[in-house]
């Protein structure tokens, strides 16, 4: 393996958003099983780093929060964990499976709205262990509004630019949001109308959009290429391509490589 030296720290390339592990429904990709050796090998060939990995939707994230612990676990430092719950179904438990999550080296909380979206009970538990949130409004971009402004503590990070399904409206609110709100944060990952992206970057500045591939269902290579095509300059592409996430992750990211890394330096 070729020799790093520490200052190469600070350009890791960094995946935001990945799924890893198997659900239990059956009934879409999604659900089923997010499988990672192709993922892995196309991640290292784009030039990633680090990823960011969640569960794949199921009827308890309890286990796929430990399913997405043990992956990290194997993965070194090419991983960073985070946790799931589904806010309404949890309702009540929400504060025991994060301090489990946190236990188990998670670092951060993935909410899907098409499960629910996230209650006083989540926004609370993840304000006090200081993570971020990262919020699959699934279109229903509005919530922002409320959720930004009663949480500014709490760093969103709203996959898709608000929408997986090509919803040009939900892009326009959430560039604004990004705009409006300090701890408002995009990912680019499956947007198709490019120029959403560059406007995001135009409206809000490089440190409010993060590059994501939403592997392993969708090519990392293919979504960093966006990223490239935007055209920006090192500085800003280095924010969106690892520099925000290493700080909406806060310190511990900071040292990172760890693990592995380390051993090569
Ligand atoms: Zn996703």
Redo the contacts with the bound molecule.
Sequence with gaps: MARRSPWCIDAVIVDC???AGTGDQLTAP?NTRAPLAKYLRRARAAGIGQTIFFPAFQSDYTDGNRQVARIVRQLGSRAVGFAMVHAGRDTGRIDDMLNEAVRLGLRGLKV?GHDHMPTREVCNTVARLGWPMLL?VAGDAHVIDMLASEYPRVNFII??LGS?ADDWRAHERVVEQLARYPNVHADT??VRRFDYIVRAIERAGPRKVLF?S?GP?LHPGVEIAKIRLLGLGSQAEGLVLGGNARRLLGPVAAQAPRGEARLQA
């Design positions: 958003h990945c799924h999604w899907h699959d996959p898709h997986f990952s499956g994501g939403d269902w």
